[in-house]
T-cell receptor
Framework: RKEVEQDPGPFNVPEGATVAFNCTYS??????FFWYRQDCRKEPKLLMS???SGNEDGRFTAQLNRASQYISLLIRDSKLSDSATYLC?????????????FGKGTTLSVSS | DTAVSQTPKYLVTQMGNDKSIKCEQN?????MYWYKQDSKKFLKIMFS???????INETVPNRFSPKSPDKAHLNLHINSLELGDSAVYFC????????????????FGAGSRLTVL
């Protein structure tokens, strides 16, 4: 089982739609969770951290279910500018240090 | 000012050559990383250094040798390049957020696209 698995996508939605991405992770000891966004031929950038209680940032809502090892991202009122690849990211800690492990990403295309 | 800068941005070379990619961060972060993003867009960690010391090596072939002369720099040298090394290599840095176990937000460089012919 991969460390971080995401919906394969792509998601093609019209402007204004609500879209949800799911992610599961295999390491129950993971402590930190994030969603990153990557535009075509650009570097990944932090979209938002994900907290146990769930958190919202404008049109974006992230949820974490530790028992199910499941993370979600909800985007409301999609904009054309939301078109990108969304990467689910989970921390992995060992004796040496902490690494952030990325999922393969889910591509979102918002059309007018 | 660019926070994490990598050079070169593009690199085209022949199989068997040796090449280096340089990375510098001016964020004052303690930890730096190299990630590889292949043609299928999968972003995979390769190495991590904390204050010039190697802390993570993700079973990367010995042909890849990272070097960190100081905590602001992490260079990647690749010997005997192979076709499968073609990818975008991203440098990143992070600083653990005080009081939050394991939390480390990454800041990435713009990437170095390596093409091996």
């Amino acid at each position: 089982r991969k460390e971080v698995e995401q919906d394969p996508g792509p998601f093609n939605v019209p402007e204004g739609a609500t879209v949800a991405f799911n992610c599961t992770y295999s390491n129950s000891a993971s402590q930190s969770f994030f969603w990153y966004r990557q535009d075509c031929r650009k570097e990944p950038k932090l979209l938002m951290s994900v907290y146990s209680s769930g958190n919202e940032d404008g049109r974006f809502t992230a949820q974490l279910n530790r028992a199910s090892q499941y993370i979600s991202l909800l985007i409301r009122d999609s904009k054309l500018s939301d078109s990108a690849t969304y990467l689910c990211v989970v921390s992995r800690r060992n004796q040496a240090g902490t690494a952030l492990i990325f999922g393969k990403g889910t591509t979102l295309s918002v059309s007018s | 000012d660019t926070a994490v800068s990598q050079t070169p941005k593009y690199l085209v070379t022949q199989m068997g050559n040796d090449k280096s990619i340089k990375c510098e961060q001016n964020l004052g972060h303690d930890t730096m990383y190299w990630y590889k993003q292949d043609s299928k867009k999968f972003l995979k960690i390769m190495f991590s250094y904390n204050n010039k010391e190697l802390i993570i090596n993700e079973t990367v072939p010995n042909r890849f040798s990272p070097k960190s002369p100081d905590k602001a720099h992490l260079n990647l040298h690749i010997n005997s390049l192979e076709l499968g090394d073609s990818a975008v290599y991203f440098c990143a840095s992070s600083q653990v957020i005080q009081g939050i176990t394991g939390a480390n937000v990454l800041t990435f460089g713009a990437g170095s696209r390596l093409t091996v012919l």
